[in-house]
């Protein structure tokens, strides 16, 4: 809660002016009792007009008042919590945004949805309405017992030994609530996970007809997510109505010993009437513990599971003294690296110098490190051993931004946003004009395509590039690395959902731009990586053969094979006519 505090503080004068209109409304409120006592002691008993109409005017009085600052009050914190809930989900998402690859290796995208959305909105929910509903009533509940002991000690002591077991009670079930409640936020998450998946491969799930596989998994989860639900239920059912027991025990006292006391004319009719008003403001309280207490817990465990993430230091970030480098040129060089992933070795001991501007392809079989050994070129991961130079300054002395702001990457997995095709393009360069974006789509073959579309660059595209095939999306992908104009340039396998005439033509546009950048491809096809400037045959982490086309080809090894694998069919049709 210190935490929630901090982000609070900013925004003191709000809390200031909210509070003041509170304690104002608290203070006329308090008031309404003794006036009440007033109005029949000295008004009603003894017969007094002056007095009764004094005090209606007096009420009319408290009650405008109670209305303008209560809604001041409401406003005012609910303004402060929205502001709280708003700098928090941002914090939270800017940090997120910082994080290395391996933490969403193993971080279900559901988990962090429940923590931007369900967790957050718990503390706003806190803020704007517990925490003001915790500080009023602790303030009814103090001075109202003051002005309680001081009307009547006997009376007061004897309704305030009843709720004092309804403080044993908040504690006990502070306790129970806070355990059931982070269950419930653990299974909420794995309820965002599922559902999320499933919606996102909803395809793939109609294809196989898995519909009543996944709707029995998502059943049983939901199950989970009501038993414990159910669980707090029972808790609330165990809990609350001893609460409600002690607290109208409370008012049957008040009544019982009030009256006798009144026959004895201890008290007055109107010090009774001004008590039981008063004693509603601990009644009240002591009802609420048990909502107040589910807000508490439920708060407490959300913070504490966005605090967890938010304190999670980044494992690859800049140094303080960085190199201050104003541009790449693209010389890339691995001394003796090594990469682990989880404990295990994928990489080993990967010597190359590759000059800028060069191009390099890189082969292997599902598995051998290919995607591992660019991923460490932008530090998405860090080695475990060895290091990498980029124009000859280790990739650790950059600024991480610098670094990656000079890379452009088309992924294993084409991503593409639900935007434009425009905007989805021109996400890697901003400042990218028309005609460099229409430029860029040439290159990747797509802007013949793409000016096909009824609105062409302003056509909408559904979510992941919905409505578009494998190729388009690869090709708008390559399109939006290309516009960036970035000095290292990678593919991963960025060309296997295209047709071999398309793909011979990319490449063939690629290479009339030679020496602008130091390009990566990661391909399976011969015909992809057969005009690299170096090809590198990866296997079980450790680069098997190296070379040019020719070079390999003479050397009779794996990339032989897989050349004659590949141009079997051809071969035989070349010796046929032959």
Not at 110 to 131: C, H, K
Not at 187 to 213: H, P, W
Request: hydrophobic share 45%; net charge negative; with cysteine.
């Amino acid at each position: 809660m210190k935490r929630i505090l901090k982000y609070v503080s900013k925004y003191k004068g709000t809390v200031i002016i909210g509070t003041m209109c509170m304690l104002i409304v608290i203070g006329v409120d308090l008031f309404l009792p003794y006036l009440q006592q007033v109005f029949i002691d000295s008004g009603l008993m003894k017969g007094n007009q002056n007095v009764i109409v004094s005090v209606l005017v007096w009420i009319g009085i408290i009650t405008i008042i109670k209305a303008m600052l209560g809604y001041g009050k409401e406003f005012l914190y609910d303004v402060l919590s929205s502001w709280v809930h708003q700098d928090i989900k941002n914090d939270l998402f800017a940090h997120i945004q910082t994080l290395e690859f391996e933490y969403f290796d193993n971080m279900n995208t559901g988990e962090l949805m429940s923590r931007i959305g369900e967790d957050a909105e718990n503390i706003w929910q806190t803020i704007g309405y517990g925490m003001r509903l915790f500080i009023e009533n602790i303030i009814y509940f103090v001075i109202s017992t003051i002005i309680l002991f001081v009307l009547n000690y006997k009376l007061a002591l004897a309704c305030f030994i009843v709720m004092i077991p309804i403080g044993f009670i908040g504690i006990k079930l502070e306790n129970k609530f806070g355990e059931t409640y982070s269950k419930i936020s653990d299974q909420t998450a794995e309820i965002n996970t599922i559902a999320q998946e499933d919606i996102a491969g909803i395809k793939l799930v109609k294809a196989f007809s898995r519909e009543k596989y996944e709707i029995n998994k998502f059943l049983k989860m939901n199950k989970v997510y009501y038993d414990l639900n159910m669980e707090q239920a029972k808790i609330i059912g165990d809990y609350f109505p001893p609460i409600e027991f002690l607290t109208n025990i409370a008012l049957v006292i008040m009544i019982v010993l009030g009256g006798f006391l009144v026959m004895d004319g201890e008290v007055s009719i109107g010090i009774l009437v001004a008590f039981n008003g008063y004693i509603w403001n601990l009644i009240w309280p002591m009802r609420m513990l048990g909502e107040l207490t589910d807000l508490l817990s439920r708060t407490v465990s959300s913070a504490n599971k966005i605090f967890a993430i938010m304190d999670k230091d980044p494992s690859i970030k800049t140094k303080e003294n960085f190199k201050d480098v104003k541009n790449i040129k693209g010389n890339i060089k691995f001394e003796g690296v090594n990469f682990k992933y989880d404990d295990k070795l994928v990489l080993k001991n990967i010597n190359l110098d590759i000059k800028a501007g060069s191009t390099v392809a890189i082969m292997g079989a599902t598995g051998a490190g290919k995607s591992s050994l660019i991923n460490l070129i932008g530090r998405y991961y860090d080695t475990c051993k060895g290091r990498i130079k980029i124009d000859g300054i280790d990739i650790k002395e950059y600024n991480l931004e610098f670094l990656r702001k000079n890379m452009a990457i088309v992924p294993q997995e084409t991503f593409l946003f639900s935007e434009t095709i425009l905007n989805n393009i021109k996400f890697s360069n901003e400042n990218a004009s028309f005609e460099e974006i229409k430029e860029a789509s040439k290159l990747a073959c797509a802007n013949e395509f793409i000016e096909g579309l009824e609105l062409g660059y302003n056509t909408e595209i559904g979510e992941r590039g919905i409505g578009l095939s494998g190729g388009q999306k690869q090709r708008i992908a390559i399109a939006r690395a290309l516009v960036r104009k970035a000095k290292i340039l990678i593919l991963d396998d960025s060309t296997s959902a295209l047709d071999m005439e398309t793909e011979h033509e990319l490449l063939k546009n690629l290479s009339n731009r030679k020496h602008e950048s130091t390009t990566f491809i990661i391909a399976h096809r011969i015909s992809a990586v057969k005009n690299a400037d170096l090809i590198i045959y990866l296997e079980d982490g450790q680069i098997k053969e190296s070379g040019t086309h020719d070079e390999l080809l003479k050397k009779k090894g794996r990339y032989y094979d897989i050349y004659n694998d590949q141009f079997r069919d051809f071969n035989l049709l070349e010796e046929e006519v032959i």
